[in-house]
């Protein structure tokens, strides 16, 4: 196994996971850090973990941390993060401006992916990928996810429940396909969108077991191809939102951030939080399910993994 850059630092479970080729999945911390506020941030934190460990797999929760790019952290530690003061929001741009300041940051999507990706993990589970924002009229601007860049670099299993339509999802989907990342409906053909099921835009495949994901994404790696797989499963029916509910309410907070002028990174942060409040929480409530749902996906998936190449062993 490769030495990692002294940077890094694995938490003893993850490493012994990681030597005895037990299933690990790696989870982010932007959703804790910025996307959840307390302490429903810290309890979902905690519920993700134990929702992989259910499923025989062992969490590894990203974020950074006394100067290093922590893997697998302990319960003090995911609380330390949950109740910083003012953490920096990590993509990859971020890592090393965190490193060299000795701030406390969550790693999103692109950040964890690629720290779980240097430490040998293979899936990753998360809410809703980044994706391109809608233009706004009148505004020369441009926001295009690091995300996107992530998942056509980095291979790993990526479980989510689609993107947000606060997002152009016909684009986000466009530009995944210009970068080459399978897009796979988890019993679905149709691209979920974060707090409803989604019902308009096809997916590139259609899956239905951990075991057949596992199957493509040894294919898509086996002959060479560097991406990520990226797998959708539509937010559990019962906390799902009406699409035309969440729509609107994502509108309106879209609307909000233009007239205050919010972009860049603070951006997902604001709509998530405004969203939640015009929806009288009902948005939050289809997020935290939707969170814990998939880590009990990738759970399955990373020890269905592991089975597989115990056997190949043997
Ligand atoms: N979508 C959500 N909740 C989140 C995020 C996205 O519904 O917390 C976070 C993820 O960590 C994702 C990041 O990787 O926001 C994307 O931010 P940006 O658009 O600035 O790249
Ligand atoms: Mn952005």
Same mark, same amino acid.
């Given at each position: ?14 490493? @012994? ?13 932007? $959703?804790?850090? *910025? ?10 934190? +905690? /519920?993700? #973990?134990?929702?992989?460990? /259910? ?14 790019? *922590? ?22 741009? /971020?890592? %090393?401006?965190?490193? =060299? ?7 999103? $999507? ?7 990706? &240097? ?14 924002? @809608? ?13 996107? &860049? ?7 299993? =990526? ?10 999802? /016909?684009?986000?989907? #466009? ?5 080459? =990342? ?20 096809? $997916? ?28 959708? &499963?539509? $937010? ?6 009406? %699409? ?5 309410? #994502?509108?309106? +907070? ?8 919010? @972009? ?48 190949? =062993?043997?």
């Amino acid at each position: 196994m490769t030495q990692l850059p002294r940077s890094f630092s694995l938490s003893f479970e993850v490493n @012994r996971a990681r030597t005895q080729g037990q299933a690990i999945v790696a989870l982010e911390s932007t $959703v804790i850090t *910025h996307g959840l506020p307390a302490p429903q941030n810290l309890e979902l934190a +905690a /519920d993700m #973990e134990q929702a992989v460990r /259910d499923e025989g797999a062992i969490p590894a929760t990203v974020a950074v941390l006394d100067g290093k790019i *922590h893997i697998g952290l302990g319960m003090d530690e995911v609380q330390r993060v949950a109740s910083a003061e003012s953490p920096r929001k990590i993509s990859l741009r /971020d890592f %090393a401006t965190a490193l =060299v300041k000795d701030e406390i940051g969550g790693t999103t $999507v692109a950040g964890t992916i690629f720290a779980a990706h &240097q430490a040998g993990i293979q899936v990753f589970a998360t809410g809703g990928i980044g994706g391109v924002h @809608r233009e706004k009229e009148g505004q020369a601007q441009f926001d295009i996810s690091t995300d996107l &860049q992530a998942l056509a670099q980095i291979p790993m299993i =990526v479980v989510c429940a689609g993107a947000k339509s606060i997002l152009d999802l /016909d684009a986000t989907l #466009e530009y995944l396909e210009t970068l080459g =990342v399978p897009v796979v409906g988890y019993g679905t053909d149709k691209f979920p969108e974060f707090f409803s099921a989604g019902e308009k835009r096809a $997916v590139s495949v259609q899956l239905d077991s951990p075991q057949d994901v596992v199957k493509f994404a040894r294919r898509h790696w086996e002959i060479g191809m560097k991406s990520a797989v990226l797998v959708c &499963q539509p $937010v559990p029916a019962d906390a799902a939102m009406k %699409a035309s509910e969440a729509e609107e309410a #994502e509108r309106q +907070a879209d609307d909000e951030a233009r007239k205050k002028g919010i @972009r860049g990174q603070a951006l997902t942060p604001f709509l998530l939080k405004r969203v939640n409040e015009l929806t009288k929480g009902k948005s939050m409530r289809a997020n935290l399910a939707l969170l814990k749902n998939n880590a009990t996906l990738a759970g399955k998936i990373a020890a269905q993994m592991a089975l597989e190449s115990h056997k190949r =062993v043997i």
